[in-house]
């Protein structure tokens, strides 16, 4: 059974940094492309980046390039997403999945970020 259970969100101000964690079970991790997704208030969750599953082959949006990083621990099956000068458009709830990832797959709770102005 696949769990994927997001944590490390919070609230922050503008320009503060956040690292998000995902605990991965229930399918061979070592071999998944990851990825993180958000959905923002009032808009569709959308991709945000993702990482091969050797860790190479990173994609990001162009919106966070540069301020966020992903890596993972297959060791741990974990993803982490590492968020730095954060905006208020930054706030959402992220999930992280599988690459790519649809709709009618499972999608854990997912952590609430929020960026103050």
């Known amino acids: 059974q696949v769990q994927l259970v997001e944590s490390g969100g919070g609230l922050v101000q503008a320009g503060g940094s956040l690292t998000l964690s995902c605990a991965a079970s229930?399918?061979?991790?070592?071999?998944?492309?990851m990825g993180w997704y958000r959905r923002a208030p009032g808009k569709e969750r959308e991709f945000v980046a993702a990482?091969?599953?050797?860790?190479?082959?990173?994609h990001y949006v162009d919106p966070i390039k540069g301020r966020f990083t992903i890596s993972r621990d297959n060791a741990k099956n974990m993803v982490y997403l590492q968020m730095s000068s954060l905006k208020p458009e930054d706030t959402a709830v992220y999930y992280c999945n599988v690459h790519p990832a649809y709709s009618y797959f499972y999608w854990g709770q997912g952590t609430q970020v929020t960026v103050s102005s």
């Open positions: 229930g399918f061979t991790f070592s071999t998944a492309v």
């Open positions: 990482m091969g599953h050797t860790g190479g082959s990173v």
